[in-house]
């Protein structure tokens, strides 16, 4: 399997009950899966309490479960969104200060039952703490080797690089990962859109950053627009309702014959063999769905198939 792959774990726990989530997890690892990925605030919004952490203890059960699958996958976890008031989201979300990044790495690894993480985002920007205070402790986690390398969520182009110069001018890793909301399709500015972070989504401007700094690596939310491609029952939000998408929906069909698949494993092949390349991160509720993204990073889309998904965007 491509290792572009990343699982979404975000409903573990939550709406994916135990036994189902382990069948997913179970049949990523023997796939050749390897990163999952979570975060601290995962899910509160669909969690009595009001408050998260449901997905990342699941992940710590079914590791304690299975000794010998901890070396070979790899965990990204974020910080940032959990809110500190049940029901008060996004006006109490607990930022980035020093203090919340140090208990939020704290309260992750002790629900995942682990002693670091391959990767630690900063999963929205916080206007209240200062950027360098924010750098500097994430850097801090790097240094004790807590965790392995840093990112950064629904982040603005210019945030992201000051924040790498922050980190530069210090010695510090800085961030090398970018996760936004990524897919073939593109949006229009809407009053409701689907993605509710401001930068939340990925740019023209983020994707000409990317191509001059091959050491950022992107990491694609949402990638198949919850079932949107595939499922009548789904249709398309407003911010799609263009005709660009006709021209885009109609390279898929054309290319998905040829193939003989269908849009979403097209829109994976895509999205893995571009310039730059993304790791799309697939939430899946059933094996018979991740089965289907397995095959989508698998697919692999000549040249001038590209071309054609290309001229259409």
């Known amino acids: 399997m491509n290792p ?13 009950d135990e036994r189902r989530s382990f069948e997913i997890l179970d049949r990523f690892v023997d796939a050749g899966g390897v990163w999952i990925d979570t975060a601290n605030c995962y899910a509160f919004w669909s969690d ?40 008060r989201f996004p006006e109490t979300a607990e930022g980035l200060s020093a203090e919340v990044i140090k ?3 704290e309260g992750s690894l002790r629900r995942l039952g682990t002693d670091h993480v391959e990767l630690y985002w900063a999963h929205k920007p916080d206007p209240a703490t200062p950027l360098d205070e924010t750098v500097a402790a994430f850097d801090e986690l790097v240094a004790a080797g807590t965790v392995g390398r840093l990112g950064c969520s629904n982040y603005p182009v210019w945030q992201l690089e000051r924040a790498r110069q922050l980190a530069r001018a210090h ?8 996760q936004q909301q990524h897919t073939y399709l593109h949006p229009r500015r809407v009053a409701e859109p689907l993605v509710r972070h401001r930068f939340g989504v990925v740019s ?42 006709a021209r885009r929906l109609a390279a898929l069909d054309e290319i998905a014959a040829e193939t003989g698949t269908n849009r979403n494993r097209v829109v994976l092949a895509w999205l893995t063999g571009g310039t730059p390349a993304a ?17 989508g990073v698998s697919l692999e889309l000549s040249t001038k198939q590209r071309e054609r998904l290309d001229r259409a965007v």
């Open 279 to 295: 790791t799309p991160i697939v939430g899946v509720s059933t094996v018979e769905q991740l089965d289907e993204a397995v095959a």
């Open 171 to 178: 010695g510090g890793a800085g961030f090398t990962a970018v």
């Open 204 to 245: 023209d401007e983020v994707l000409h950053y990317l191509e001059h700094h091959p050491d950022i690596a992107l990491w694609a939310y949402t990638p198949l627009l919850n079932g949107r491609y595939t499922r009548p029952d789904r249709p398309l939000p407003a911010e799609y309702d263009h005709p660009g998408t």
């Open 103 to 105: 208990r939020g790495i």
């Open 48 to 87: 009595p309490t009001g408050f998260g952490g449901q997905s990342e203890t699941l992940l710590g059960r079914w590791l304690a479960r299975r000794p010998s699958v901890r070396d070979r996958v790899r965990i990204s976890t974020k910080v940032g969104c959990e809110p500190t008031e049940a029901g």
């Open 4 to 16: 572009q792959l990343a699982l979404g774990a975000m409903l573990f726990g939550t709406v994916q």
